[in-house]
T-cell receptor
């Protein structure tokens, strides 16, 4: 069964809205989780590394004030897309790695559509 | 940085065999993954190679040559449900364990 749960799976909202996406590890503790974005027919692009109890590490070109990441517990990380605009429409996927196992496990993804 | 190259699209016939190639250029190589991704879904893990050679797992096999910076994913007895994108991802030593993904190869299986 799934070991990483991501919610919601699909969001449609108006421009200017902030959207929160949750990523949970179900049967292991994840001190580190990862957030990806994928545009149609493109590869997975790592946006940021979410670290439990500390600040997230953002990849070059990703606005930290735009994409707020909170990793308050060992099983939950959240990504908030603030003041979303149509160009933020994409498929967002989280992953977590169980230190005892390979490989990283992905959530089912969130399709975000900004009107 | 890392450079990962794989064909954009391939087509094959149901029941046939298809080989999807991946070449990479990186320093500090520490393993190569293959993932399958159906449209609108998250990737699912297929294989992980860190040493040279062929790893077989049912209908799918993965090969790695570190000296050539080359890997392939071999799919046998193709089924319609194998139509998907296949992502090659390379991990480097040091830092996080998170690999860098290639753009993926879209495989279309015809009846």
């Amino acid at each position: 069964g799934a070991v990483v749960s991501q919610h919601p799976s699909w969001v449609i909202c108006k421009s200017g809205t902030s959207v929160k996406i949750e990523c949970r590890s179900l049967d292991f503790q994840a001190t580190t989780m990862f957030w990806y974005r994928q545009f149609p027919k493109q590869s997975l692009m790592l946006m940021a590394t979410s670290n439990e109890g500390s600040k997230a590490t953002y990849e070059q070109g990703v606005e930290k004030d735009k994409f707020l990441i909170n990793h308050a517990s060992l099983t939950l990380s959240t990504l908030t897309v603030t003041s979303a605009h149509p160009e933020d429409s994409s498929f967002y996927i989280c992953s977590a790695r169980d230190p005892e196992r390979q490989p990283q496990h992905f959530g089912d993804g969130t399709r975000l559509s900004i009107l | 940085g890392q450079n990962i190259d794989q064909p954009t699209e391939m087509t094959a016939t149901e029941g046939a065999i298809v080989q999807i190639n991946c070449t990479y250029q990186t320093s500090g190589f520490n393993g190569l993954f293959w993932y399958q991704q159906h449209a609108g879904e998250a990737p699912t893990f297929l294989s992980y190679n860190v040493l040279d050679g062929l790893e077989e797992k049912g209908r799918f096999s993965s090969f790695l040559s570190r000296s050539k910076g080359y890997s392939y994913l071999l799919l046998k007895e193709l089924q319609m449900k194998d139509s998907a994108s296949y992502l090659c991802a390379v991990r480097i030593k040091g830092g996080s364990y998170i690999p860098t993904f290639g753009r993926g190869t879209s495989l279309i299986v015809h009846p």
